[in-house]
T-cell receptor
Framework: KNEVEQSPQNLTAQEGEFITINCSYS?????LHWLQQHPGGGIVSLFM?????KKHGRLIATINIQEKHSSLHITASHPRDSAVYIC???????????WGAGTKLIIKP | EPEVTQTPSHQVTQMGQEVILRCVPI?????FYWYRQILGQKVEFLVS????????KSEIFDDQFSVERPDGSNFTLKIRSTKLEDSAMYFC?????????????FGPGTRLTVL
């Protein structure tokens, strides 16, 4: 069983829609990261969370430590948000970053 | 804005050859990491490095892999005898402090193709 599961695997939406990507994990963690990977392969860190909620522009990330679940929300989505969004957790036993498989998001104009 | 750089962007090599992938982390960062992403698969942790030694490594990081910080600015990943299954994108990352307390900054990656 994967230690980090993301859903959905693929998501296509129209410009302007509210987007939610989910992440569940099964290990003890010290923190959780949301990252964005562009078609060229480059990876950008969006958020690092250990509790609660963070907001940056149109992006909101939440985490529920008790339920071992995090969500990434995008408000007023735009075609430039099209990318793969990856959830990765810091395993608290050895601080290794364990990556989810990613959610491929396509926003159509 | 400071960034992590990697060279080359694409490396093609014959099976059995040695390759060295190079990374220049952000200058005041102290922790360094290598990750691998096989095409179509998720990113996998290879190794973390601090204070001139390996602090953690995964099962993937076997004896054919080694890392080095030869001159205080470069951080290299060497694969001694490449196999077909080493074909992947390799990402370097650095952070100021040890995760989880600090975010990592990623390089653009080196695509390694083993023929």
């Amino acid at each position: 069983k994967n230690e980090v599961e993301q859903s959905p695997q693929n998501l296509t939406a129209q410009e302007g829609e509210f987007i939610t990507i989910n992440c569940s994990y099964s290990v003890g963690i010290s923190a959780l990261h949301w990252l964005q990977q562009h078609p060229g392969g480059g990876i950008v860190s969006l958020f690092m969370l250990s509790s609660g909620k963070k907001k940056h522009g149109r992006l909101i990330a939440t985490i529920n430590i008790q339920e071992k679940h995090s969500s990434l929300h995008i408000t007023a989505s735009h075609p430039r948000d099209s990318a793969v969004y990856i959830c990765a957790v810091v395993r608290d036993s050895n601080y290794q970053l364990i990556w989810g498989a990613g959610t491929k998001l396509i926003i159509k104009p | 804005e400071p960034e992590v750089t990697q060279t080359p962007s694409h490396q093609v090599t014959q099976m059995g050859q040695e390759v060295i992938l190079r990374c220049v982390p952000i200058s005041n960062h102290l922790y360094f990491y290598w990750y691998r992403q096989i095409l179509g698969q998720k990113v996998e942790f290879l190794v973390s490095f601090y204070n001139n030694e390996i602090s953690e490594k995964s099962e993937i990081f076997d004896d054919q892999f080694s890392v080095e910080r030869p001159d205080g600015s470069n951080f290299t990943l060497k694969i001694r005898s490449t196999k077909l299954e080493d074909s992947a994108m390799y990402f370097c990352a650095s952070s100021l402090r040890e995760i989880p307390y600090n975010e990592q900054f990623f390089g653009p990656g080196t695509r390694l193709t083993v023929l």
